[in-house]
């Protein structure tokens, strides 16, 4: 049975760092795609980073290249997003997600908060 479980979020102020965490079972996170996601109240999901199985080849959303780093700890079968320099737009719940086609499996999300 996969299973996604985020942890991580919470208040932060500008300037802020967080790493968010998303544990998996029922598969090995180094052999599917994996990605965050965020929504803001009002806004549609979106695509945040990506981390590919075998090489871990990333990519990243424009508004967080060089802030944010997407890892895997394949020992600990465990996603992660490193924030860093967090702005009061990446405020959202933050949602992990992999591809094991043809289902796609989601986390329950975390809320991001970043403010004064």
């Known amino acids: 049975q996969v299973r996604l479980a985020e942890s991580g979020g919470g208040l932060v102020q500008p300037g802020g760092s967080l790493r968010l965490s998303c544990a998996a079972s029922g598969f090995t996170v180094s052999s599917y795609i994996m990605s965050w996601y965020r929504q803001a109240p009002g806004k549609e999901r979106e695509l945040v980073a990506v981390i590919r199985p075998y090489g871990g080849n990333t990519d990243y959303v424009d508004s967080v290249k060089g802030r944010f780093t997407i890892s895997r700890d394949n020992a600990a079968n465990t996603l992660y997003l490193q924030m860093n320099s967090l702005k009061p737009e990446d405020t959202a719940v933050y949602y992990c997600?992999?591809?094991?086609?043809?289902?796609?499996?989601w986390g329950q999300g975390t809320q991001v908060t970043v403010r004064s």
């Open positions: 997600k992999v591809e094991r086609s043809p289902f796609v499996y």
